[in-house]
């Protein structure tokens, strides 16, 4: 996620290996994360965020 927030999962990807280093099973279609926060004393409100990997081809 934090490579998300910074506009660079795209190149970090490629450089990983590709979504077929990503997705365990070689076959998934896309990956899906969440995180949620909590309200706390210092930060009010609490966020949810998610993110979802999909392919959009195959090369190779």
Do not use: C, H, N
């Not at 077929?20 to 909590?38: H, P, Q, R």
Request: proline residues 2%.
């Amino acid at each position: 996620m934090a490579i998300s927030a910074q506009g660079r999962p795209g190149k970090y990807i490629q450089s990983s290996g590709g979504m077929d280093s990503i997705v365990w099973d070689g076959v998934a279609s896309s990956i899906k994360f969440s995180l949620e926060t909590m309200e706390d004393g210092l930060y009010s409100g609490g966020k949810q965020y998610e993110l979802e990997l999909a392919r959009v081809g195959k090369t190779g």
